[in-house]
T-cell receptor, first 112, second 114 residues
Framework: SQQGEEDPQALSIQEGENATMNCSYK?????LQWYRQNSGRGLVHLIL?????REKHSGRLRVTLDTSKKSSSLLITASRAADTASYFC????????????FGKGITLSVRP | DGGITQSPKYLFRKEGQNVTLSCEQN?????MYWYRQDPGQGLRLIYY???????QKGDIAEGYSVSREKKESFPLTVTSAQKNPTAFYLC?????????????FGSGTQLSVL
């Protein structure tokens, strides 16, 4: 398994602004997933991008993947106060019995 | 509703006591996982199970035990050997333990030491 490193650790923006969060990893991956965690709750899967994809959209979410730089970005457009949460990336490596591991995440605060 | 149910939401442990956290899923998932989350930290894998009657240690299994007697259930016991058990515990499941499978999480159990 491989743990992603999210950056920045904390991000504070005004409602309506875009939020960009980054994730770096160290070895080749099969795919990379992004999850969200509201305070005191479990994680919720947001989006999965495969290693042969460069960009993927889901509603106000846009995820990019650059395998040459071993990095991914999650963009939330037109942020809302309800987007306030922690965000985690989870890169998955090839091979059976691979387990998702999670870094410290990014704490996003969206001010009304 | 389909999903994962963790209980209790809050649990208190006395010194030297074993406590068991419940995790039940009705998603018909093969794989189940237990994670521990400390404040401001990431999730660390405790144990995981790919199939009934089989489970493997994760990164921090010492002081914990699990069982998988039924597909739907994956209880976690925090034993007295776990000296620092205060944390938020999350159970998750996936259809299979493969790298393209997303995880579904329960709402967590906050364990505190009295």
């Amino acid at each position: 398994s491989q743990q992603g490193e999210e950056d920045p650790q904390a991000l504070s923006i005004q409602e309506g602004e875009n939020a960009t969060m980054n994730c770096s990893y160290k070895t080749s991956i099969n795919n990379l997933q992004w999850y969200r965690q509201n305070s005191g709750r479990g994680l919720v899967h947001l989006i999965l991008i495969r290693s042969n994809e460069r960009e993927k959209h889901s509603g106000r979410l846009r995820v990019t993947l650059d395998t040459s730089k071993k990095s991914s970005s999650l963009l939330i457009t037109a942020s809302r106060a309800a987007d306030t949460a922690s965000y985690f990336c989870a890169p998955t490596v090839p091979g059976a019995n691979s387990k998702l591991t999670f870094g410290k995440g990014i704490t996003l605060s969206v001010r009304p | 509703d389909g999903g994962i149910t963790q209980s209790p939401k809050y649990l208190f442990r006395k010194e030297g006591q074993n406590v068991t956290l419940s995790c039940e899923q009705n998603l018909n998932h093969d794989a189940m996982y237990w994670y521990r989350q400390d404040p401001g930290q990431g999730l660390r894998l405790i144990y995981y199970s790919q199939i009934v009657n089989d489970f493997q240690k994760g990164d921090i299994a010492e002081g914990y035990s699990v069982s998988r007697e039924k597909k739907e259930s994956f209880p976690l016991t925090v034993t007295s050997a776990q000296k620092n058990p205060t944390a938020f515990y999350l159970c998750a499941s996936s259809a299979r333990q493969e790298t393209n499978e997303k995880l579904f999480f329960g709402s967590g159990t906050q364990l505190s030491v009295l």
